[in-house]
Structure formats: structure tokens, C-alpha cells
């Protein structure tokens, strides 16, 4: 599959992924390999394990792969790197370009005896009529990461930079509806680069010097369009400083229905005050799909009911996730109802906090279910809401 003048997609198409890194992707993926013909061929990434046979073959349509002469290893995961083991061996006049982090980690993994070019930062490799330029991005998202430019077609291979899950017999991203490809762009950020977002502000200002025409990242479609290109880099740089929108998102469980009426009352009434909101129900939505939302959302509330002295474990499970992505520069309340006691609502309000949110008020928290008098309660936490929404 030819993307510009002797340079070629030679990747896998995994149509039957369901689930990466925690997340579910119910699109499939794609693991983005290419090719580069010139006096020195050269592969750029590779696939997962099982995708080579597929990848191979696709090389094969194009060159005999005992010719290639660099296998560049933009990243070490085994998504990107799992076919080296099997290259290296078909391909023995190649050298294995990656950072120098990356030959530790390819040791380790692997226990890889091979052929290392090891590349610095803003270092140049010319393979015939091109030169290619290497930008470390170090913890986007592991510490040896780098993408790959080429200088003469300005193109940057981007690694997980730019991505999507998202299996597609078509290899740009203006080839298939936009708007599925801008919520899986944010969904793969919201769920693998968010807590990175100082190593992005970075890695835009190095790329934002460089005239490119195109995007190849590892996964997904190609961003080939000007217009394409500038807004995915300016979400980027969106999401990398936490920016949000004026967006209210409800997020709950709820056992005997309380805290979901007390959900809807919230909802009701971000509605009269022309807010842009959204409810979700963590019973039957995945927490990868509740990220995304969060991504854009400023303001988050968080109800649970309480279960032996703690919150329900979808929210704890929930609350522990976003943990781990560090979510910034957005706005908590959280609401539920109990039976017993409230000691379970502690534990929710420093897990909130923990996440990396700041509450707004203390809690509204009902015995068992609630009545009209406890519903209109809800109207009281809204003015600080709408304050932070209308900032």
C-alpha cells in the first residue's frame, strides 16, 4: 500500500482486538509498519508477533527484505516490536536503530545479541536521497521513545503520537468518517498519553519546527490533510496543557435506584441552565469510554450508593484508573446515597482527590432513598458549578 513516492504500509490490521492496555477497543487496531525504499531500505516499526507473517508478505510485494539495511524501533512495546526477533533473522545486513534506552529494554525483553545503531537526539541518518531525522519523546509513553522524520518527504513517522485504535482497510484518516476518527484520537489519549502531558508539550515544540505533510503514527489511519494535521496537533497541545470545555459529566452506580435519581436531578438541572452535560451509568459503561468524556469534561460529578462501609467497587475501580492517568485542571462533587453510614463517603472524596480532581463542596449524601426535599438540595451545589462552567 503506497503512501508517497517509494514509501509503503506494510503493517497488520487486527481486526479482532477488543481490548488494549485496559481499554476496550471495539474498532480493532492496526500496528503501522512501513517501508522505505531508497539505497538503503528501511523498515520503520514493526507489528505484534502474530502480525508477521501478514507484514512480511506485504514486504515481499515490494522488495526482497534481505535488502533492508535499517529496522528503526521507534518504541520497544511489543505492539511495535514483536517481529523483530523474526526480521533480525531475515534481514542480516540490518542494523536495529533505536535510542539508546531502547537497547537496555530490547535486552531485557528479548535478550536481543543484535546489531544496534543507536541514535541521539536530533540526530540525522542518511539512507540515499533521504535523511532521516530521530526526536526523542521520552515517556510518550515509555522512556525510550523516539519518532522518525523524513526530512526529504516531510513526513513524520510519529509513533504513538497522533494514534487511534481503529481498524480500517483504508490507510488515511480523510478515507473514513471524521468524526469516528477524531473520538478514537481522543479516546487512545485520554487512555494511554494523558499523563504524560509535559512530554507532549515537548514533543510539539520539537515537531512544530519541522515542516511536515503527513503523519504516520503506529496505530491507525494517516493524517495527510493539512487542515487534519493542524487540528490533531492543536488538540494535542489542548489536551497536553488539560485544557477543558464548559462540560458537565455525570458519572454513577447505583444499586436501589437512589443515587441514580439523584443523578437525573443534577442532569435536570445542568439542562435548565443550558449546560452542555452528559450522564453515564458505570454499570454498563466501560471506564476507557467514561476517560474520553472526562478528557473534555470540566466539571465531574461522581455518585455512588454505599456497600459494607464502602463505595461501590465499579466507582472505586474507576476512581483508581483516572489515578493512574493524573487528570488535571478539572472539578469534582460527589453525591450518593446510604444506610448505615457515611464513612464510605470519605473514602470517595479522597479518591476523588487523589485522582486529581478539586472538590467544589463537601458531598450530598441521602439516607436511603431521597425525597422532594432532599432531590431540591441538589440545586445547591450548582452555583459553584456553573461558576467554574461559565469561567
Known amino acids: 500500500m503506497k503512501i508517497s513516492d517509494q514509501i509503503y504500509w506494510t503493517g497488520y490490521i487486527d481486526w479482532n482486538l477488543t481490548v488494549f492496555h485496559g481499554y476496550q477497543t471495539p474498532l480493532g487496531s492496526s500496528y503501522n509498519a512501513y517501508l522505505i525504499v531508497d539505497e538503503n531500505p528501511v523498515l520503520i516499526d514493526s ?59 530490547f535486552k531485557k525483553i528479548y535478550r536481543a545479541d543484535w546489531r544496534f545503531k543507536v541514535v541521539e537526539n536530533g540526530e540525522t541518518l542518511n539512507i540515499g536521497r533521504r535523511d532521516l531525522k530521530f526526536i526523542h519523546m521520552p515517556m510518550v509513553h515509555w522512556p525510550e521513545s523516539m519518532a522518525t522524520y523524513s526530512v526529504t518527504d516531510k513526513i513524520l513517522f510519529s509513533n504513538d503520537a497522533f494514534g487511534q485504535h481503529y481498524a480500517s482497510s483504508e490507510r488515511a484518516a480523510d478515507d473514513v468518517p471524521l468524526d469516528i476518527v477524531w473520538q478514537e484520537a481522543a479516546k487512545y489519549y485520554a487512555n494511554i498519553v494523558l499523563p504524560y502531558g509535559a512530554q507532549v508539550l515537548k514533543v510539539l515544540e520539537a515537531v512544530q519546527t519541522l515542516p511536515v505533510e503527513m503523519i504516520c503514527p503506529s496505530h491507525g489511519l494517516i493524517w495527510r490533510r493539512k487542515a487534519d494535521i493542524e487540528k490533531i496537533i492543536g488538540l494535542y497541545q489542548k489536551w497536553a ?151
Not at 439523584?262 to 451509568?281: S, Y
Not at 472539578?331 to 486529581?356: I, Q, R
Open 47 to 105: 507489528v505484534k508477533d502474530y502480525g508477521f507473517a501478514e507484514m512480511l508478505t506485504r514486504i515481499k510485494a515490494v522488495i526482497a527484505p534481505e535488502k533492508i539495511r535499517y529496522l528503526i524501533a521507534n518504541h520497544a512495546e511489543g505492539d511495535h516490536s514483536g517481529s523483530l526477533t523474526e526480521l533480525v533473522k531475515i534481514c542480516p545486513n540490518a542494523q536495529v536503530v533505536c535510542s539508546p534506552k531502547a537497547v537496555d529494554i
Open 241 to 391: 496543557n488539560h485544557i477543558t470545555d464548559p462540560k458537565a459529566l455525570i458519572v454513577y452506580d447505583t444499586m436501589w435506584h437512589a443515587t441514580e435519581k439523584m443523578a437525573l436531578r443534577f442532569f435536570e438541572l445542568f439542562e435548565q441552565n443550558g449546560i452542555d452535560a452528559k450522564i453515564l451509568n458505570l454499570a454498563n459503561k466501560h471506564i476507557s469510554d467514561i476517560m474520553t468524556d472526562i478528557l473534555a469534561a470540566r466539571v465531574v460529578l461522581f455518585g455512588t450508593p454505599i456497600l459494607n462501609n464502602r463505595m461501590l467497587p465499579t466507582m472505586a475501580s474507576m476512581l483508581m484508573y483516572i489515578k493512574g492517568l493524573k487528570a488535571k485542571n478539572r472539578y469534582a462533587v460527589t453525591f450518593g446515597s446510604y444506610g448505615w453510614a457515611t464513612v464510605g463517603f470519605k473514602e470517595l472524596e479522597e479518591s476523588v482527590k487523589d485522582a486529581g480532581f478539586t472538590l467544589l463542596s463537601d458531598g450530598h449524601y441521602v439516607k436511603f432513598t431521597p425525597d422532594e426535599t432532599e432531590m431540591n438540595k441538589c440545586l445547591a451545589y450548582i452555583p459553584a458549578m456553573l461558576e467554574k462552567l461559565r469561567s
